[in-house]
Nanobody, 129 residues
Framework: QLQLVESGGGLVQPGGSLRLSCAASGFTSAFTLDDLAIVWFRQAPGKERTGVSCHSSVGNSTHYINAAKGRFTISRDNPKNTVYLQMNSLKPEDTAVYYC??????????????????WGKGTLVTVSS
């Protein structure tokens, strides 16, 4: 069973940076990180969970919501089975619990923001002075 564990959240001042990690485990020789689209979601207090960024090995494609473009970068390290979300120029409105999720890509490029099969438990990001 695939497991996803997020880390890297914390308290940061506006304008600061954080790098979130999503470590995946439970792969087999027939099922690897390359087979998955990995998506970062976030849920701010009192709001619905929304997709933030997607990465698929298909075409090495990525996608960002408008609020993340130019500030966030998603990347993956397949040998380490880890996906990262580098977040720069953070704003108070980025405060949320950030989740990573995964779904078999089945040849799909990003964006893929629905039908996630696997979820992590989340890591809290607080942007405040």
């Amino acid at each position: 069973q695939l497991q996803l564990v997020e880390s890297g959240g914390g308290l940061v001042q506006p304008g600061g940076s954080l790098r979130l990690s999503c470590a995946a485990s439970g792969f087999t020789s027939a099922f690897t990180l390359d087979d998955l689209a990995i998506v970062w979601f976030r849920q701010a207090p009192g709001k619905e969970r929304t997709g933030v960024s997607c990465h698929s090995s298909v075409g090495n494609s990525t996608h960002y919501i408008n609020a993340a473009k130019g500030r966030f970068t998603i990347s993956r390290d397949n040998p380490k089975n880890t996906v990262y979300l580098q977040m720069n120029s953070l704003k108070p409105e980025d405060t949320a619990v950030y989740y990573c999720a995964a779904v078999p890509s089945r040849g799909r490029r990003c964006p893929v923001y629905s039908g996630m099969n696997y979820w992590g438990k989340g890591t809290l990001v607080t942007v405040s002075s």
